[in-house]
């Protein structure tokens, strides 16, 4: 009569399943761009429209790609541990201003600080599209030849920087990783 | 202080339901009358205490509290009274509140209803139920308390999310609930039933009502909120196969396989570790709904919070209810035996065929509805799984299930007698068909084979449904609201396909620019814009546009769809402008202000849509008036028990 | 709780969406096929910011960034499966409504089949148990043959007694 077991033991699956479900983020997609080269790119400068932006002059490093709008809450929540990581990273980020209107972007970034080398300004979302982008803010690492390291989606924090991007850029650059955020040698 | 008269009073309230089930249990398993005798002044006092509780809440929203949370949260002054009422099961903890209320009336009318019952049984019902309440109330005081305060109060609330602004939707959850708490019942019977270890022609028959009540709410409620979807999100839309909106089909499918499998039980004594599980299975699947809607396992457009910790709450507690039940099951099930036999083509086994079909239906969307979780937990690449899939696997056990209803309605017990009506149901097939095809080339101007499988199906079921009701009043014979509310109830099911597939065969759609002055064309129809202007509502501003509606020369209707800016949440919304008729709804609504006097709009003909819910209510309408039947009136507890033996079904209803 | 923050500004984000973006401001196309093929596409691609519904129906920015890929990618003349490879190389697989039918789907692809082929192994079962039974039912004497709901088929309606 091991057939009335049937239902139990198949719910049971479902508990564990459903367990395992309630462990993560069922929002996160993952990047399939990982491992991947990254899109190469060429934008207007938001401080200098005439000039470009793009990701190729920084072939033969690593960099980050930061991903910001002034309509996003999130970019908000990041910004400050962006401008420090500006301060104290060896790689340089490239702001990428997402459906932004210039001007806010402007005055956005002299109000709070500018963490980037450079900021590009994508009004049509044609490149964000490309870096499989889906919601403000994102961080990307770049390695130095041109491929996609990781993509963090969701405000960044101190203990994911440290977590997840430190140790490949440390290994990206060639140093050993340090055992601490922000230990100087 | 009314918040914490609320607060005291759900205490109060968990209390008397931890009494009501331990005195329920105990009494039964020791025999104490005395004991037994607790359980149903427990229930009174447990629903006198819940009512008080959430009158306590809907008093705060209607005296804009906002120094309790989740009043601030969740209204704002602004809001027209009827929503701030509304705006109590707006959200998690309310909507919890409104779960237990639900249950405790319905546990209320159990005890009112049921005193035919054998006081053990009954105790046992009532002390399920009162575990199941018990539970509830315990996750909502533990993680969901919607009577915290807000320290300092907050000057005005956050408003109710501008899509539940609506009647509809204000009055979907209570429905809805209703039909998902109702099958509470049918599970509270069988638990009883199993711990009593006894399961006969009775039970199905003091069973039966109830669930068909249930599933009449259930049946509403689904409708309501497809009915809502369509005219309140935008652009035209009736069934997206949400996670949430699968959570609340499955337990719908498997409720009417379950009323089915009770009156195969109650008839004919057969089928019974079926019913069985069927009963426990709906209550399952109803809990699983609201596990899925409160953990955050799923992305939905009606989750509500999603809150990992409470996930685990309520896990545990499905696994301790429904676990509990379907160990029970294993224990028990293997001892319903019954030795009565039926022909291949019996009513019993087209009921069966039938309640297959549906399971297999239901086991497919949960299958569906789960995989992408078993995908990544196998940490292959996410997947995601919609409508075209949902269709392709819903249709497969629908299509043959409707095939056979048409025959199935006919058939006798035990031996089909199919020869009496074999050339009239064929026959009327074939008028069908002829219909069918009619309809399409004629009207709508092209016929594709799932469409005209469709419509010959719908029309089918219509003439089929009828055909024995007017047969037998032809006769003089007496119909009875069984036979009556299953011939309404199948005719809703065969309005309902002919709806489903007239929309999804011929819909038209078309986006574009229009300024004042222009004529859109679609579906045979002229839409004129006329212009726009601007309307000021309670707690919103909006733009009204006005498009004048003919066909030909003859005018048909003036919509006036609008975009509507909610002050306080700063949210658009868009109000469609529908025009219903017999055959079809038109359907304009307004995008983007494009500049330059030029909007975005979304115009569609949408031939057929209403008899989907027409269908549902119609079915509803089946169901309540198969539960009038006199049978069900008054319970005997001291009639004669026989199990396992087929005991005369005639005898057993007079 | 910053997930509860996020989740809620979310869901306001997407409730508030709900009105007007979806609606594209540009005239469909003339040629009723590539309309088609436009409406069926966009239908079966996942907005990825709310998540629950397609491009089609979703009011959100990126959704109608999205549809006028899909739409430049039509008139450049590209094949359904090239646009929706353009999607999940960005997305991955997770951006389709239709689950691709790879090993790890095959299952969910024969689900429906493998459902139903277990369900009529059921059916033959019972059924044929039930049907030998007929033959032998002693204990069902005065159970009589074609009844339905309670009523046996011809009985008069029964009148009232003086």
């Known amino acids: 009569m091991w057939k009335y077991v049937l239902p139990l033991a198949g719910f049971g699956l479902l508990v564990v399943a459903f367990y395992f479900g309630l462990q993560r983020n069922p929002s996160v997609i993952p990047s399939p761009l990982i491992g991947k080269p990254a899109p190469v790119f060429s934008l207007p400068n938001l401080h ?102 990781h993509k963090h989606v969701a405000p960044l924090t101190r203990e994911i920087w440290e977590r997840d991007f430190v140790p490949k850029i440390s290994a990206a650059i060639g140093i050993p990783a340090p055992a601490a955020a922000g230990a100087q040698p | 202080m009314i918040p914490e008269l609320g607060h005291f009073a759900l205490i109060l309230a968990l209390c008397l339901a931890l009494v009501q089930a331990g005195f329920g249990l105990a009494g039964a398993f020791w025999r104490r009358e005395d004991w037994m005798a607790v359980t149903r002044p427990a229930v009174a006092g447990h629903f006198v205490f819940v009512a008080l509780a959430f009158g306590c809440l809907v008093a705060s929203f209607v005296a804009n509290d906002f120094s309790l949370h989740y009043v601030a949260m969740n209204s704002n002054s602004a809001l027209p009274t009827f929503y701030r009422v509304a705006a109590v099961w707006g959200a998690h903890e309310g909507s919890l509140l409104l779960w237990i209320v639900v249950l405790a009336a319905w546990t209320l009318a159990v005890a009112i209803f049921s005193r035919g019952l054998p006081t053990p049984f009954g105790a046992r019902v009532l002390a399920v139920l009162g575990l199941i309440s018990a539970g509830f109330m315990t996750f909502t005081l533990a993680t969901s308390n919607p009577f915290l305060r807000l320290m300092p109060a907050a000057a005005d609330g956050n408003d109710l999310n501008p899509l539940l602004q609506d009647f509809a939707l204000a009055i979907h959850p209570p429905i809805l609930y209703t039909g998902y708490v109702g099958l509470a019942v049918a599970f509270s019977f069988a638990i009883a039933a199993m711990l009593e270890g006894r399961l006969d022609q009775h039970w199905a028959r003091w069973t039966r009502p109830w669930t068909t009540v249930a599933w009449m709410f259930l049946t509403i409620g689904i409708a ?87 996930g685990l709450f309520v896990l545990i507690f499905l696994f ?55 995908v990544e937990w196998l940490q292959l690449p996410k997947v995601s799984i919609g409508a075209p899939w949902f269709t392709w696997a819903f249709l497969a056990p629908m299509l043959p299930l409707i095939a056979l209803l048409g025959f199935g309605m006919h058939a006798a017990w035990k031996h089909a007698r199919m020869a009496q009506h074999k050339k009239p149901l064929l026959i009327g097939l074939g008028l069908a068909l002829l219909a069918a095809i009619v309809i399409a080339v004629a009207v709508f101007g092209s016929a594709a084979v799932l469409t005209i499988v469709g419509l010959t199906a719908g029309l089918w079921l219509l003439y089929s449904s009828l055909r024995d009701p007017i047969a037998r009043m032809r006769r003089g014979h007496s119909l009875s609201p069984s036979v009556l509310g299953m011939a309404i109830a199948h005719f809703g099911v ?41 309307v000021n509502g309670p707690n919103y501003v909006a733009v009204e546009g006005e498009f004048r509606v003919t066909r030909g020369d003859r005018e048909i209707a003036t919509l006036h769809p609008q975009k509507r800016m909610y ?35 979304r115009v569609q003909y949408k031939p057929l849509i209403r008899y989907i819910w027409l269908g549902a209510l119609i079915m509803a309408l089946g169901g309540i008036v198969a539960t009038t039947d006199r049978r069900y009136r008054t319970v005997k507890a001291s009639e004669p028990v026989s199990q396992g033996a087929g005991a005369p079904a005639g005898g057993v209803a007079t | 709780m910053k997930r509860l923050l996020a989740t809620l500004a979310l869901a306001v984000v997407c409730a508030g969406a709900f009105t ?43 959704a109608a960034d999205l549809r006028r890929e899909v739409r430049s990618m039509l008139a450049a003349g590209k094949t359904d499966d090239e646009i929706r490879r353009f999607m999940t190389d960005r997305y991955g697989d997770f951006v389709l409504y239709r689950p691709p039918f790879a090993p790890r789907t095959w299952l969910l692809w024969f689900g429906p089949a493998l459902f139903l082929l277990l369900g009529g192994f059921v059916a033959f079962r019972v059924v044929s148990r039930r049907a030998a039974m007929v033959a032998s039912d002693a204990d069902d004497p005065g159970a009589p043959d074609a009844m339905i709901e309670g009523e046996q088929v011809d009985r008069p309606r029964r009148t009232r007694a003086p």
């Open chain 1, 48 to 149: 200098d429209p005439q000039a470009q932006v793009s990701n190729a002059n920084y072939r033969g490093r690593p960099y980050l790609l930061n991903v910001w709008g002034t309509w996003c809450v999130g970019c908000r929540q990041e910004h400050d541990l962006l401008n420090e990581i500006a301060q104290s990273s060896p790689v340089p980020m490239i702001g990428l201003n997402w459906k932004d209107d210039s001007e806010l972007a402007k005055a956005w970034l002299e109000q709070l600080g500018n963490p980037y080398a450079a900021t590009a300004v994508d009004q049509e979302g044609r490149v964000a599209i490309d870096w499989g982008v889906y919601g403000a803010p994102e961080t990307f690492l770049v390695s130095a030849d041109g491929q996609i390291l």
């Open chain 2, 567 to 601: 002050r306080v949440q700063q949210g658009a919304m868009t109000e469609a402008g529908i025009s219903v008729g017999w055959t079809r709804d038109l359907f304009v609504a307004l995008g983007e202000d494009l500049g330059a006097g030029a909007w975005s709009v």
């Open chain 3, 20 to 62: 007007a973006h979806a609606i594209d401001a540009v005239e469909g196309f003339d040629d009723p096929k590539l309309q088609a093929r436009y409406d069926k596409l966009t239908s079966e691609l996942r907005c990825l910011v709310c998540q629950s519904g397609s491009i089609a129906e979703s009011n959100a920015l990126l």
């Open chain 2, 320 to 374: 301790l209810s429904i676990g509990g039940a379907l160990a029970l099951y294993a224990w028990r099930a293997p001892k319903l035996g019954s030795s009565s036999g039926f022909e291949m083509w019996s009513r019993e086994s087209f009921l069966l065929f039938n309640n297959i079909l549906l399971v297999v239906a239901a086991g497919l969307i949960l299958f569906g509805t789960l995989y992408p979780i078993f």
């Open chain 2, 224 to 310: 309501l909120g497809s009915w809502w979807a369509y005219y309140e999100l935008g652009w035209g839309g009736w069934w997206f196969w949400d996670p949430v909106e699968n959570a609340s089909f499955m337990p719908w499918l498997i409720a009417t396989a379950l009323i089915h499998s009770l009156a195969v039980t109650e008839k004919r004594g057969l089928f019974k570790s079926w019913t069985l599980l069927l009963a426990i299975l709906g209550f399952s699947l109803s809990l699983l709904g609201t596990f899925l809607v409160r953990s955050g396992v799923l992305t939905s457009v009606h989750a509500f919070a999603t809150d990992p910790a409470r």
């Open chain 2, 494 to 534: 065969g309005l309902f396909v002919i709806g489903v597939t007239g929309v999804e065969s011929y819909k038209i759609q078309k986006d574009m620019p229009m300024r004042p002055g222009d004529v859109a064309e679609v579906g045979g129809y002229q839409f004129a814009f006329r212009g726009l202007r601007n």
